[in-house]
């Protein structure tokens, strides 16, 4: 098995521990200041929403933008086979958040557009490193799979091989 990690999981690694950065100490200051005061928000923006303040969307930012993706690229250092997967899969729950976010309570502050930036990066890129991965199986002479891809290097990942 390959140990070195290529240059795209190099970028999304990067992108991942800012990204959990990020949401670790925003999901931080607002538990710590559930009126959104910490990070200069207010609560008038949860109007319409089931929440009073900002300790369960803190829970959420802290768990979403702040462990997974920090769980993520852990894995990808450490070459978990599933690692390619987390990246597509926080990558786009991100995203999702971050639209949600911005459709619900409106845009309040520069963090919204900068961690969806990230999280779309993470998405798009990781969907890059499965099309090498697919490119690289079928370069390689071996059959396609019907399942999932592993990033270089990972074997014993992926459902039943078949002929193209």
Request: glycine fraction near 14%; hydrophobic fraction near 50%; charged fraction near 10%.
């Amino acid at each position: 098995m390959d140990a070195r990690i290529s240059p795209t999981e190099g970028m999304i690694v990067v992108l991942e521990f800012a990204l959990a950065v990020g949401g670790f100490m925003a999901g931080v200051a607002l538990l710590t200041a559930p009126d959104g005061a910490s990070l200069g928000w207010s609560t008038a923006s949860l109007d319409g929403t089931p929440f009073s303040n900002y300790v369960v969307p803190a829970l959420f930012l802290l768990t979403l933008t702040g462990v997974f993706p920090a769980l993520v690229a852990i894995a990808t250092l450490a070459r978990r086979p599933w690692s390619m997967w987390g990246h597509l899969v926080m990558g786009g729950l991100s995203v999702a958040w971050i639209g949600g976010q911005i459709l619900t309570i409106g845009y309040i502050s520069l963090l919204q557009p900068i961690f969806g930036a990230i999280a779309f990066l993470i998405t798009t890129l990781g969907l890059m490193l499965y099309a090498q991965a697919r490119d690289e199986a079928i370069a390689s002479g071996g059959p396609a799979r019907s399942g999932p891809i592993a990033p270089t290097g990972v074997r014993g990942v992926g459902g039943p091989l078949r002929q193209p």
